[in-house]
Nanobody, 130 residues
Framework: QPHFVESGGGSVQPGGSLRLSCAAS????????VAWFRQAPGKEREGVSC????????DYADSVKGRFTISRDNAKNTVDLQMNSLKPEDAAVYYC???????????????????????WGQGTQVTVSS
């Protein structure tokens, strides 16, 4: 079953940085857009960032623009999310999922059940507090 394994979460103070990594298993990321999502307690899952399969073009939620950077390494089958200037409101469990394209990034009806492969990984916890 194709899936992702997320890692890199942790606890940081406001203003700190973390780098999350998403490793694909059972498939090759080359042909898919990959997006990061997050879900805070009591809130709905939301899209954070997406990177396309071909051009490597990126998309970001307004709340993280200028602070987060998504990148991919197809040779390693990984997609990373560099998070800088973290705020308490960034605290959440972060997940990644494959999409047919980043044009679907804003369509929660498409990715709510896990994107292209229809499943979510275990996620990685990010805590931001002083």
């Amino acid at each position: 079953q194709p899936h992702f394994v997320e890692s890199g979460g942790g606890s940081v103070q406001p203003g700190g940085s973390l780098r999350l990594s998403c490793a694909a298993s059972g498939f090759t990321t080359d042909y898919y857009a990959v997006a990061w999502f997050r879900q805070a307690p009591g809130k709905e899952r939301e899209g954070v960032s997406c990177i396309s399969s071909s051009s490597g073009s990126t998309d970001y939620a307004d709340s993280v623009k200028g602070r987060f950077t998504i990148s991919r390494d197809n040779a390693k089958n990984t997609v990373d999310l560099q998070m800088n200037s973290l705020k308490p409101e960034d605290a959440a469990v972060y997940y990644c999922a494959a999409l047919s394209s980043c044009s679907m990034f804003g369509s929660s009806w498409y990715w709510s059940l896990g994107g292209y492969f229809g499943s979510w990984g275990q996620g990685t916890q990010v805590t931001v507090s002083s």
